[in-house]
């Protein structure tokens, strides 16, 4: 059993950054893929970006450009930077792993989600 944990969300203007990180712990499984979702209010969960252990990245288009992952493997925690934060990134935030680097299988385990604000 994986255990994800996230932290960082927060309240930013339009414009601003934040960093959101993943603790993965409870196992010595080593899930291939972590990836990040997120749900608006009133909306239906989409992919922010999926990361595979072997260096490979997806990013969805509307993030493009303004997202980076970093990793410390020490640390079993991956980071999502985020820029030039936006209105409508405001939502719910979630972490998720998987044993394959899809958008639609990289989601076998869970965090609790952290949120993200962005006022104009």
């Known amino acids: 059993q994986v255990h994800l944990v996230e932290s960082g969300g927060g309240s930013v203007q339009s414009g601003g950054s934040l960093r959101l990180s993943c603790t993965a712990s409870g196992s010595t499984y080593r899930p291939v893929c972590m990836g990040w979702f997120r749900q608006a209010p009133g909306k239906e969960r989409e992919g922010v970006a999926i990361f595979a252990s072997d260096g490979r990245l997806t990013v969805a288009d509307f993030m493009k450009g303004r997202v980076t992952i970093a990793t410390d493997n020490a640390k079993n925690t991956v980071y999502l930077q985020m820029n030039t934060l936006k209105p409508e990134d405001t939502a719910m935030y979630y972490c998720?792993?998987?044993?394959?680097?899809?958008?639609?299988?990289?989601?076998?385990?869970w965090g609790q989600g952290t949120q993200v604000t962005v006022s104009s």
């Open positions: 998720a792993a998987g044993n394959t680097f899809r958008w639609n299988t990289c989601q076998q385990y």
